[in-house]
């Protein structure tokens, strides 16, 4: 496998004061913020995000795919930074936290859609203040909603992801995305780079040819064989979990294409079909890849190739080295080791913003 970003990042600038990826998320027209982990800071992330944008010149609006914004921890019981929200920014939260929120604000809309704490509310912030998110709870709901934002002028979207769900950092979501790990995913700084690096991987998958784009988009069931004359074969698959997927009779196969989640069983048979193993392997983008780091980098590393259809710019990696139950991680050990496992600027934002 090629190398991601040739050099080594020293601690110094892992760990910079200014740091430069606001201007980066500036680029894009959205941002999902997402957590390996509960508690790996994602939500400190949010808020070191929402406190910098310059929402004198641009328009934000922030919601959560879950709920976000407790001051205590609703599984392990620790101490939550709650979300706080500028004058001028808009908001989707649940009529629930709509009530409670401690700030001035003005009502946008209220959508016909419910969740398990009401229908999702859209404000704006009158006055700074304080706010529990809760917005939608469905990937086409919350697609919906950034849509709707459009037509009051939004030039940027937040999306804050809920635990263990990284479909809110799906490309057909958002345009970017800020991952955040911890020791509350590994107390172990060798296992945490290794798991986080290859979250990374997949992140940073190439994208097919255009046309493949084109040809395999449309396709949303199945696992399908595009031939060397470009032509489109049906493998009678729905998953590429089926018991019933088999290649015989498949000759000059150039693409698989999975429509729904890879896994690393389909892996394991395309790496030792002889007949398959020049092929590509295409899926929409990294959230439908549900395989170890070990499978993947088997298969990797037997000449395989995997590429997506839609792929997210990862923006920044952020570090929170204090697990729930108190262990501590080494800081600059942590962020120097995995900015040189993944060959990008790794932040520890509470240090930081304590230097």
């Not at 700030?103 to 809309?109: A, G, H, R, T, W």
């Not at 020791?183 to 798991?195: E, F, G, P």
Request: aromatic share 6%; proline share 3%.
């Amino acid at each position: 496998m090629e190398v991601r970003h040739p050099g080594r990042i020293s601690n110094r600038q892992s760990c910079e004061r200014v740091l430069p990826f606001i201007d980066e998320i500036l680029k894009h027209d959205s941002l999902s913020i997402v957590g390996l982990e509960k508690n790996t800071g994602k939500t400190e992330s949010l808020k070191y995000v929402l406190d910098r944008l310059p929402v004198e010149h641009k328009r934000i609006a922030v919601t959560s795919i879950g709920i976000d914004g407790e001051t205590v921890d609703q599984v392990t019981r620790t101490q939550k930074p709650e979300i706080a929200l500028r004058e001028g920014m808009y908001f989707g939260t649940s009529e629930m936290h709509y009530r409670q929120r401690r700030l001035v604000s003005e009502l946008i809309d209220v959508s016909d859609e419910t969740t398990s704490l009401g229908r999702v509310v859209t404000a704006r912030a009158l006055t700074p203040g304080k706010i529990l998110l809760s917005g939608p709870s469905s990937g086409s709901s919350l697609r919906r909603w950034m849509r709707d934002m459009r037509q009051y002028g939004i030039d940027l979207v937040i999306i804050d992801g809920a635990l263990s769900r990284l479909s809110s950092a799906s490309p057909a979501v958002s345009q970017s995305m800020i991952l955040a790990t911890g020791a509350a995913y590994s107390a172990n700084i060798t296992t945490l780079v290794q798991k986080t690096a290859h979250v990374v991987d997949l992140v940073n998958l190439e994208l097919t040819c255009e046309d493949n784009i084109r040809l395999l988009s449309p396709l949303e069931k199945g696992v399908w064989c595009l031939d060397t004359d470009g032509c489109l074969h049906d493998l009678n698959a729905l998953t590429s979990l089926s018991q019933e997927l088999h290649f015989d009779g498949v000759d000059h196969c150039a693409t698989l294409y999975v429509a729904g989640a890879l896994v690393g069983t389909f892996l394991d048979k395309v790496r030792q079909n002889k007949s398959l193993r020049q092929a590509e392997i295409v899926v929409r983008d990294f959230t439908k890849i549900f395989v170890t780091p070990q499978q993947f980098r088997l298969f990797i590393k037997g000449g395989g190739r995997i590429r997506v259809l839609q792929r997210s710019k990862l923006i920044a990696v952020t570090v929170n080295p204090t697990s729930p139950s108190g262990y501590v991680l080494d800081s600059d050990m942590l962020c120097g080791k995995l900015s040189e496992a993944i060959g990008l600027p790794v932040y520890d934002l509470l240090k930081n913003n304590r230097q």
